[in-house]
């Protein structure tokens, strides 16, 4: 499985981003998938995730409210939409697959994607 990130970019504080992850090599059917992020000189991060169907989502409280994860599994991606962004959800984020389901921990994830930088000024 390949995932491939996309959406990162410039913008300003209390600006709009949609992150995008696009799956291939194979179906991610029962796989939940999740974003997670690094922020210069920090630990990786949880900030969303959600199950295969899409009814189950979840959020770090730092983002709640903020975020929106969704997915379209006809076209095997998973979005982020990132509003009210603040200079300290500057990070690369990174979307990832689990399988059983989506999990809060980086190490329950089996695929990761390469990454795409985000960057809030304020």
């Known amino acids: 499985v390949q995932l491939q990130a996309s959406g990162g970019g410039l913008v300003q504080a209390g600006g709009s981003l949609r992150l995008s992850c696009l799956a291939s090599?194979?179906?991610?059917?029962?796989?939940?998938q999740g974003w997670f992020r690094r922020a210069p000189g920090k630990e990786r991060e949880f900030v969303s995730a959600?199950?295969?169907?899409?009814?189950?989502?979840y959020y770090a409280d730092s983002v709640k409210g903020r975020f929106t994860i969704s997915r379209d599994n006809a076209r095997a991606t998973v979005y982020l939409q990132m509003n009210s962004l603040k200079p300290e959800d500057t990070a690369v984020y990174y979307c990832?697959?689990?399988?059983?389901?989506?999990?809060?921990?980086?190490?329950?994830?089996?695929?990761w994607g390469q990454g795409t930088q985000v960057t809030v000024s304020s």
């Open positions: 990832a697959a689990a399988l059983g389901g989506p999990k809060t921990i980086a190490s329950g994830y089996n695929y």
């Open positions: 959600t199950s295969w169907s899409g009814g189950s989502t």
């Open positions: 090599g194979r179906t991610l059917s029962m796989y939940g």
